[in-house]
C-alpha cells in the first residue's frame, strides 16, 4: 500500500466503534456511521468485522485505534478491560495488523481517555496547551495525560488513572471499588456513584434532572452537585501537586453536570493550591469524536 497521507482513527466502545480520517490536507472526515460493537458475538468475529470497518475506509498510510482497558505497550496486548473482557489477553496490534495486510507498526493501540486527551489536545479544548490533563466523567472515571504536547502512559501504561486515586479510604466509609480498592474518586463523582449518593440522599437520581434542579436554585441538589465537585477537586489537586500540572478538561458524559460542580472543584482546588497558578478547568469540545482524533492522531505520528 503506497504512502498517501491518510490516517484513520477507530474508537472502540461497550456499544459501537466511531471512527474517522486525517485526510492528506490536515481535514478531519467522521465516519457517517458506527459499527456496532457486538462482542457477544465473539472476539475473532468482531476484529474480522473491525477490520472491514477499517477497509471500507479506503486506503491509508496507519490506522489508530482506542479502546477502553490497560495496554502492553510493548506487545500491543490488552492486559485489562472492564467493558471488554472478551478481548483481554489478545494481541490487538498482531491480529489486526495480519488481517489488514498492514506491517504490525502501523497499527497502534491505546486507552480510550488517552486518546481523548490526545484528540482534545490538538484540536479541541486542549489546542495549544502543551500540558494538561483530560478526565472522562461517565460510567467510571478515566484520565489521559499530555505533557510537552506529548501523550504520556508511563512504563506500564497506567499513568494518569486519576479516577482510581484513593479519596476516602474505606475505613471513612468508602464505597468499594470497581478496581479492587475502596473509596477511590470514580466512587465519589463518576455517574454510577452520583446517582447512588442521589438515592441515598432520597433525591431524583436521574442526572439530567438532578443537574436541572441544581442549577434552578438552593436545595440539596445543588448541595449534592457541590459535594461532589469538591470531591473532584480533591482528585484533581494531586495531579496539580505531583505533576504541576494546572489545565484540566473534562469530558464523557456526565460532563454536562461541570456547571454545577465547577464553584466546588475551583473551591477544593484553591484551598489545597501552594505556589501554582490558579488551575483552569474546562469542559471538552469535540465530544464523542475525541477517541476517534486522538487515534488518528496517533497513527499520524507514525508518518
Known amino acids: 500500500m503506497p504512502p498517501n497521507g491518510r490516517f ?11 471512527a474517522g480520517t486525517v485526510e492528506p490536507d490536515g ?67 498482531r491480529e489486526i495488523s495480519t488481517r489488514l495486510d498492514l506491517a504490525e507498526e502501523r497499527v497502534l493501540v491505546d486507552n480510550d481517555a488517552n486518546l481523548a486527551a490526545y484528540g482534545e489536545q490538538w484540536r479541541g479544548a486542549g489546542a495549544g ?15 489521559g495525560l499530555i505533557q510537552d504536547s506529548k501523550l504520556y502512559t508511563g512504563p506500564h501504561g497506567m499513568a494518569c488513572e486519576v479516577g482510581h486515586i484513593v479519596i476516602l479510604p474505606q475505613e ?5 471499588c470497581g478496581c479492587g480498592s475502596a473509596g477511590c474518586l470514580e466512587t465519589l463523582a ?15 437520581e436521574n442526572t439530567i434532572e438532578l443537574c436541572r434542579l441544581a442549577a434552578a436554585g438552593e436545595g440539596p441538589e ?10 473532584l477537586g480533591r482528585g484533581l489537586s494531586y495531579v496539580v501537586s505531583l505533576l504541576d500540572i494546572t489545565f484540566f478538561v473534562i ?8 456547571p454545577q460542580l465547577h464553584a466546588g472543584v475551583m473551591e477544593t ?34 508518518k
Open 222 to 231: 445543588r448541595d449534592l452537585l457541590h459535594a461532589v465537585g469538591r470531591d
Open 251 to 258: 469530558a464523557g458524559g456526565f460532563s454536562a453536570a461541570l
Open 8 to 18: 484513520v482513527g477507530l474508537d472502540i466502545g461497550g456499544t459501537s466503534v466511531k
Open 190 to 204: 463518576s455517574a454510577t456513584h452520583v446517582r447512588r449518593r442521589a438515592r441515598e440522599a432520597g433525591l431524583c
Open 27 to 93: 481535514q478531519l472526515v467522521s465516519a457517517p456511521e458506527s459499527l456496532p460493537t457486538q462482542l457477544e458475538d465473539g472476539p475473532d468475529v468482531f476484529l474480522d468485522r473491525l477490520c472491514e470497518y477499517a477497509r471500507s475506509f479506503g486506503s491509508f498510510d496507519a490506522l489508530g485505534i482506542g479502546c477502553p482497558g490497560v495496554f502492553d505497550p510493548q506487545t500491543g496486548a490488552l492486559r485489562a478491560s472492564a467493558n471488554l473482557q472478551n478481548l483481554v489477553g489478545r494481541k490487538l496490534t
Open 269 to 302: 482546588l484553591a484551598e489545597r493550591r501552594y505556589g501554582t497558578p490558579e488551575p483552569v478547568v474546562v469542559r471538552a469540545t469535540l465530544g464523542p469524536d475525541a477517541g476517534w482524533i486522538g487515534a488518528a492522531r496517533l497513527a499520524g505520528d507514525k
Open 129 to 143: 496547551k502543551e500540558d494538561m490533563c483530560l478526565v472522562t466523567l461517565g460510567t467510571g472515571i478515566g484520565g
Open 172 to 176: 471513612q466509609g468508602g464505597h468499594p
